[in-house]
């Protein structure tokens, strides 16, 4: 069997949540390994959310926001990108690829663009294959 | 602690999640989840049987807490949590898996598809363990509405308003009111005078007690939430504190500007000119060259600046049916003079349109098809021989030959586009913008007049090109919202703010540093940080920032995100497997 990765992706109600609604509602196709949690803000994705992702067994975590200076809540995505370089940094440190996790700003007219991240980064993660992290972590305890 | 009991609905939306995903199986297999009581499919759950088995169930199993996983969020969230409130449990003990945009509407493969329904809900499932129940909380509302625009949107919004007494602050950019109807003479398709529908509109506001208009005045920033926003306004060297509870954008689109065609020449030859312009020339009176003689030849231009990917991709609407009206008035104004439409398509939609098309065609007037994607007819000098000052090349589509068209005058239907400022005032006013910078609804079938910011609206041309009757319309409905708003004098508000757990908070002040609203402020007695809650917008920054974990993000809480995450994960990772 092929493998397929499963991937996490964290989107902002306002703008990012809305454009893979439109990707929907314009019936674009992407790849099914995404599978998106909702939060309000990207301003409210905490490194525990990303890290606990990739514990429970998640290959890939994308994070999507508003582009900058579009935040429905003005700068939550400023906060984001801040915490996201940190959390790059430590993923580093834990031996994982920083590849595997990925921001970008998607609007909410933007449905085209998420379908076709979403395709990009699926086959980013394929290429880098199974993350070991929970089996890592499973054989450490 | 009260035992959790879950009831599971999977919707099919007729065919459109069930042709793409197995829905018996969903239920049937999240059916053995624990805490699931019952997990069913149903054909529509939004309809009001699919609602009522919801609240047969809920009284029947004892439930406490259900899982709808149908479409999006954003469409049917309020819907079912109103459901839940019928049935006596509280709205939040209510959690959605989006199946249809996020699986249905996106993917081909059935098996694959039905693989990630199923983790979908397993996360829903798994979160709304955590759920709480919260209270409502509800804002006054405040009577008075800032309207932004003065076209014929604005001030058809202003006047219904103010004439139900309620106050209305009119902000416009320009000096003068009415917007674009006010520069022109004739209103397709009935060919009814503009200038006396807005010059009444125009009378009647400004002598209105309950509208107070700002003139040359743009708005900088506002604060606030529906209910209770406010703003300063700058105007002539003093400022006013405003104070209101909706708000109704109505700025607008703006003409094409169509220098950078070159094969259309204007600004360089003198006898082409925009549709504006020619507006003016109507109101003048006067249809004449530069040379102050009358026009032998006049060609109409149609889709400047539209339906064109080196412009703007989309129809401005308004364009195709003007021309037709110039036709008219000028077969009136000058009996004898030779009439040209070059034209990419015919567009005319709408009442009274096609009628419009039909008797115009009977007056004598050319008509001249081109390829609006690839073959732009070029405008010339003429030759100094010619009888005629500018000569039009263009390929005509239907009779494939390549002609000249003779012209003393040459009209450009210019299309329409988003305001220079439009991106500053979506900021400033909290809403988004579509693609082509029109400002976004928030929902384009179900919801075309409100967008996704609580209290605002957007209405006329700024929401999408629109003719007049459209726009008077938007304005209208969204009136009728704000005044049942105003007739409560209060709303629901979310409840997903931020608290402080005082216990654990160790005074680091890092939240008050990162809230956007300055919606914390610090208790120096008891050294902890203090939420309030009328401030907070809940957008959980916040709670990502505090070190402690002494924030708890409402409805957002840790433990509800994580466990969407483990629910995810374990049933993506158990269905890899098989
Ligand atoms: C040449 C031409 C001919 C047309 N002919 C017809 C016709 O025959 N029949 C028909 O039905 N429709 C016609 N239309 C379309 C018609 O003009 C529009 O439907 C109508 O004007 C839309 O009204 P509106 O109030 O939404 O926008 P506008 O008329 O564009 O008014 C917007 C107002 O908002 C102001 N504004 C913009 N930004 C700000 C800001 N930041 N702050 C404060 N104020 C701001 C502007 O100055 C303006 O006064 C025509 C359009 C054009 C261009
Ligand atoms: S209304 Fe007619 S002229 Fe205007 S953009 Fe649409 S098709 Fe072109
Ligand atoms: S960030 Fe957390 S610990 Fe620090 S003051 Fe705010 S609530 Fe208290
Ligand atoms: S949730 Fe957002 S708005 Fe509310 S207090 Fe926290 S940072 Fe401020
Ligand atoms: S709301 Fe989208 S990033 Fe803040």
Redesign the interface.
């Known amino acids: 069997m092929t493998y397929e990765p499963t991937i996490i992706a964290f989107l902002c109600n306002w703008c990012s949540y809305t454009g893979a609604d439109l990707a929907g509602t314009s019936r674009m196709k992407y790849a099914s390994n995404i599978n998106i949690i909702r939060v309000m803000c990207s301003g409210r994705i905490e490194p525990m959310f990303v890290l606990s992702a990739f514990r429970e067994g998640a290959d890939g975590v994308l994070i999507c926001g508003c582009h900058p200076g579009d935040c429905h809540y003005h700068e939550g995505n400023y906060k984001c990108l801040r915490r996201f370089h940190l959390l790059q940094k430590y993923l580093t440190q834990m031996g994982l690829n920083e590849e595997r996790m990925r921001l970008e700003w998607i609007s909410a007219s933007e449905g085209k663009q998420f379908a076709e991240l979403a395709d990009d980064f699926t086959e980013k993660i394929r290429s880098l294959g199974p993350c070991k992290l929970k089996e890592t972590a499973e054989t450490l305890t | 602690m009260e035992e959790i009991r879950i009831g599971v609905y999977i919707c099919w939306c007729g065919t459109n999640i069930a042709k793409m995903v197995d829905v018996e199986d969903v239920a049937r297999e999240l059916s053995e989840m624990p805490d699931v009581v019952i997990a069913k499919d149903y054909k529509y759950m939004c309809s009001d049987p699919g609602q009522d088995l919801i609240i047969k169930d809920i009284k029947k199993h004892n439930l406490n807490r259900i899982v709808v996983s149908a479409c999006?969020?954003?469409i049917h969230e309020l819907t079912f949590r109103r459901t839940l409130e019928n049935a006596g449990l509280n709205p939040y003990m209510f959690q959605m898996a989006?199946i249809?945009?996020?699986?249905s509407?996106?993917?081909?493969?059935r098996i694959?598809?039905t693989?990630?329904a199923k983790?979908?809900v397993a996360?829903a499932i798994n979160r709304i363990k955590w759920h709480e129940s919260l209270d409502k909380r509800t804002v006054s509302i405040n009577p008075s509405t800032l309207v932004i625009g003065g076209g014929i949107a604005g001030i058809t919004a202003a006047l219904e308003l103010a004439d139900t007494g309620s106050q209305v602050f009119l902000v416009e950019k320009e000096r003068k009111l009415g917007g674009n109807m006010a520069k022109i003479d004739l209103t397709f398709p009935y060919l009814n005078s503009a200038q006396q529908i807005i010059n009444e509109k125009i009378d009647r506001i400004e002598h209105h007690p309950n509208i107070r208009i700002f003139r040359n005045t743009v708005i900088d920033e506002i604060f606030g939430y529906i209910g209770n926003f406010n703003s300063t306004i700058g105007q002539n060297g003093t400022e006013a504190e405003l104070k209101f509870g909706n708000i109704i954008v109505a700025t607008g689109l703006k003409s094409f500007d169509p220098s950078g065609i070159k094969n259309y020449g204007y600004g360089k030859l003198p006898d082409v000119i925009t549709s504006l312009e020619f507006e003016q020339m109507l109101l003048n009176g006067k249809i004449l060259t530069k040379e102050g003689k009358e026009p032998a030849n006049v060609a109409i231009i149609h889709c400047v600046g539209s339906r064109n990917s080196d412009e703007h991709e989309y129809c401005s609407r308004t364009c195709c049916m003007s021309a037709l009206k110039y036709a008219n008035q000028l077969r009136s104004a000058i009996p004898e003079v030779n009439i040209y439409q070059a034209y990419a398509d015919m567009r005319a939609f709408g009442k009274g349109c096609e009628e419009l098309y039909c008797s115009t065609s009977r007056k004598d007037v050319m008509f001249l098809m081109f390829d609006q994607q690839k073959d732009l007819p070029v405008i010339m000098e003429a030759k100094a021989d010619d009888s005629c000052k500018m000569v039009i090349e263009m390929n005509e589509k239907l009779s494939g030959e390549r002609i000249e068209i003779p012209a003393d005058l040459v009209i450009l239907m210019v299309g329409l586009e988003a305001q220079d400022d439009a991106k500053e005032l979506a900021?400033s006013v909290?809403i988004?913008?579509?693609?082509n910078s029109f400002f976004?609804e928030k929902h384009p079938k179900l919801d075309p007049v409100a967008t996704?910011?609580s209290g605002v609206y957007v209405v006329g041309n700024c929401q999408a090109p629109k003719e007049i009757p459209d726009a008077i319309s938007q304005a209208k409905a969204a009136t009728a919202r704000i005044m049942a708003t105003i007739k409560q004098g209060e709303v629901e508000v979310e409840v997903?703010t931020a608290e402080v757990n005082e216990d654990i908070c160790c005074g680091c002040k890092t939240c008050i540093q990162?809230c956007?609203?300055t919606a914390i402020t610090f208790d120096e007695n008891n050294s902890v940080s203090v939420v309030n809650e009328a401030i907070c917008?809940?957008?959980?920054?916040c709670?990502?920032?505090c070190p402690t974990g002494a924030i708890r993000?409402r409805h957002?809480t840790?433990n509800q995100?994580?466990s969407?995450?483990?629910g995810?994960?374990?049933k993506?990772?158990e269905l890899?497997e098989l």
């Open positions: 999006s969020p954003r989006n249809r945009e996020q699986v509407w996106v993917h081909d493969d694959k598809a693989k990630k983790a979908l996360a900021r909290g988004s913008m579509c693609g976004m996704t910011t997903i990162v956007p609203y917008k809940g957008c959980g920054t709670g990502s920032a993000s957002f840790d995100i994580l969407q995450i483990k995810l994960m374990s993506s990772l890899n």
